[in-house]
DNA sequence: GCAGACATGTAAGCGGTTACATGATTCC
DNA sequence: GGAATCATGTAACCGCTTACATGTCTGC
């Protein structure tokens, strides 16, 4: 049991999803591939932490609909109680940024920019995301009792870290840009 | 040559260092262990991207102090260059966080409170680094054309970080402690 | 006609963690 | 007496990425 079968377990434990459907759910969570979920889901099984159902379609593939078990859930609560990892950031850019006294200011410019970008459009993303909540009169994300209430503080905390980073490129440049 | 190839270089191009040495220095830009360090010391080595010379010292066991070759730097200067990879984050924290409407919220104060204690720890130990960079006469972190401008900016977006995720956690805390 | 979404999986290989091995000195 | 620091390495294992395999429907 690795952090992504948790991870797993606390998608499945909202609502019953695909495969499929998981590697785009554990996006706001825990980012992983296909060929890594699908295995999991089956251990996951054989340990009847979930079970599935068979979904048979016209025009799509079939599919498995897995569910939690009460053995699944279970064992999800017991291990949010234990203190987490440490977190990781592997970063590329902070390690190219770090030697940017190597080269001249327009490739620190160009790394900033770009660092702008990619973040410009996840920031986007996950607002349509919230937004898709907020415009739901089915949802009360601060009623602390139901699920909605995390996952709309993590996906507002996404938004806040992508702003950060935005204004952080942005003091960065204004620095270079100076002429002292 | 993976990311931490590259971010040895960038640490052995500023100044020597013993590959015991690069496991503190790689904390700012690449979380690292010894046994991976090690090696790729040796596989940079061969490919002539560093060198080292042997330090034997009394007391304590002999090292290797390991130097950049202009091959090595060259090789650096063009990778920074490149687009880099997208950031990748592992936080079991988050996990743990999403799934916390399954247990009682005095789980959730205990996850918050203890991931307030690690970054207070953290940015403290980071708040001394820039301490020291701060009060040495011979260092002069905005001077933009020498490698303690960008070292000083990533300290300095460290402690940032640490803030926002304190922040966060506080917001958080706030929320769950009101009565509504 | 081709890319992309939908859908499930296997296999090879790389990257990172943990454990093992060795050994002196310093600090509590 | 034991933990921490300094110092270098190897080996086993786990986690993650990339490539491969297969097939339909939809939209450009």
């Known amino acids: 049991?690795?952090?992504?079968?948790?991870?797993?377990?606390?998608?499945?434990?909202?609502?019953p999803v695909s495969g499929y459907d998981l590697g785009k759910r554990l996006e706001l969570l825990w980012a992983a591939n296909l060929?890594?979920?699908?295995?999991?889901?089956?251990?996951?099984?054989?340990?009847?932490?979930?079970?599935?159902?068979?979904?048979?379609?016209i025009g799509k593939p079939n599919k498995k609909k897995y569910y939690v078990t009460e053995k699944g859930t279970?064992?999800?609560?017991?291990?949010?109680?234990e203190i987490p990892a440490e977190p990781i950031i592997r970063d590329e850019f902070i390690i190219k940024f770090y030697s940017i006294w190597l080269t001249d200011s327009e490739v620190a410019i160009?790394?900033?920019?770009?660092?702008?970008?990619?973040?410009?459009?996840?920031?986007?993303?996950f607002s349509e995301e919230v937004k898709k909540m907020e415009e739901d009169p089915t949802i009360d994300p601060t009623d602390k009792t139901l699920n909605h209430f995390s996952r709309y503080l993590l996906l507002t905390r996404r938004i806040r870290i992508f702003q950060f980073e935005l204004d952080w490129c942005d003091?960065?440049?204004r620095l270079i840009n100076q002429h002292n």
Chains 1, 2 share one sequence.
């Open 1 to 15: 049991m690795n952090s992504l079968a948790y991870a797993i377990l606390g998608v499945v434990s909202r609502t």
């Open 35 to 57: 060929s890594q979920i699908y295995p999991i889901l089956s251990k996951l099984e054989e340990k009847e932490l979930v079970r599935y159902e068979l979904i048979e379609q």
């Open 74 to 81: 279970q064992k999800l609560r017991t291990w949010i109680q």
């Open 110 to 125: 160009q790394l900033l920019n770009n660092r702008k970008k990619i973040y410009l459009k996840k920031q986007q993303h």
């Open 171 to 173: 003091d960065v440049l």
